[in-house]
């Protein structure tokens, strides 16, 4: 329930975002109007508040914007969906998380906390820092387990971005992998609990 709620205010704030802009445009253009401006000054003013208004909603790049779509669908519970960024050889471990990570701790949220495009060894990658909430120390050690050192429920990973036939997509390396990528491995983790 909590991350339908999130959601909807996640969605609810960028329509505030989106008609919180147009609002501003239609009001500089009904004072532009009431001052009697002329047509070539209106038409720059409008001009450069459209360029402003590109900039700013154009202001990530592709593979973090990628990253973030990932995230939306992956917090709405639309694991169909956030597969769709995920490159496509990367399939059984986004499976093998969904399954025996996600919804094992169903209240688990993974936020971005802040991602940068940069270029590592020749590929174009991605260096995010992600921030677990509603975290368990059985969630905590999977990421330990992989490699990753979290700290106050915050990791950074690398997330390369890989070439398709569909154009980019992300690698995911959050499940158990393989030395060899051709080789699928079929894992399942056990709980034992102490009574």
């Known amino acids: 329930m909590s991350k339908q709620i999130g959601n909807a205010l996640y969605l609810t704030y960028n329509g505030l975002v989106a008609s919180h802009i147009i609002l501003s445009i239609l009001i500089t253009n009904k004072i532009l109007r009431r001052r009697r401006v002329k047509i070539s000054n209106m038409k720059y003013i409008k001009f450069v508040m459209g360029l402003f208004m590109l900039y700013a909603l154009s202001s990530c790049s592709e593979g973090e914007n990628m990253l973030k779509k990932f995230e939306s669908r992956l ?3 639309e694991f169909d969906c956030a597969a769709s ?5 990367d399939n059984p471990t986004f499976t093998f998380f969904v399954d025996e990570i996600l919804k094992k701790n169903e209240n ?3 936020e971005v906390d802040d991602s940068n495009n940069e270029t590592v060894n020749g590929e174009e990658v991605v260096i995010a820092k992600f921030r677990l909430k509603n975290s368990n120390s059985k969630v905590d050690n999977f990421f330990e387990n992989l490699g ?3 700290e106050n429920g915050c990791f950074t990973d690398t997330i390369r971005l890989r ?3 569909e154009g980019k997509k992300l690698s995911f390396r959050w499940g158990v992998r393989n030395t060899d990528e051709g080789i699928l491995r079929v894992a399942k983790l056990l709980v034992a609990t102490m009574a």
């Open 75 to 77: 917090n709405a519970d």
């Open 85 to 89: 960024y995920i490159y496509d050889g």
């Open 108 to 110: 688990l949220l993974i």
């Open 148 to 150: 990753y050192h979290v």
């Open 163 to 165: 070439e398709t036939n």
